[in-house]
């Protein structure tokens, strides 16, 4: 499912016949470092509108996602997470990784870590 914000899983089964859940892998494991990337950096940088946006926002994707989890998937199976409606509701925590990093350029980051060595 996070590798869909990256790589739509239908595009990926056309371009690999049938063994396209091997290959959803890399961009689900990019996707998954840039969400503890973006709870480390909320839970160590100084808050702005920007950042509270994001994280806000981010809460509330995990919450859509595990609605669709908790009462889809029983019913639907594992494809249905698939669907372009829900693939375009994953794009959400793209949007607030880029929110993050509007809120708290990287600069800043770099500042914190000259300070912490």
């Given at each position: 499912m996070l590798g869909s914000t990256l790589a739509q899983f239908n595009s990926?089964?056309?371009?690999?016949?049938?063994?396209?859940?091997?290959?959803?892998?890399?961009?689900?494991?990019?996707?998954?470092?840039?969400?503890?990337?973006?709870?480390?950096?909320?839970?160590?940088?100084?808050?702005?509108?920007?950042?509270?946006?994001?994280?806000?926002?981010?809460?509330?994707?995990?919450?859509?996602?595990?609605?669709?989890?908790?009462?889809?998937?029983?019913?639907?199976?594992i494809n249905y997470l698939d669907e372009l409606r829900y693939v375009s509701m994953y794009l959400l925590s793209n949007v607030d990784l880029v929110l993050m990093l509007l809120g708290q350029p990287l600069r800043d980051a770099r500042r914190w870590l000259r300070a912490a060595a």
């Open positions: 990926l089964e056309r371009c690999f016949l049938g063994a396209a859940r091997p290959w959803q892998a890399l961009p689900a494991t990019v996707v998954a470092g840039a969400h503890m990337w973006f709870w480390w950096r909320a839970l160590r940088c100084t808050w702005n509108l920007s950042v509270f946006h994001a994280v806000a926002i981010m809460l509330l994707f995990y919450g859509l996602v595990t609605g669709i989890v908790y009462a889809r998937l029983p019913v639907y199976g």
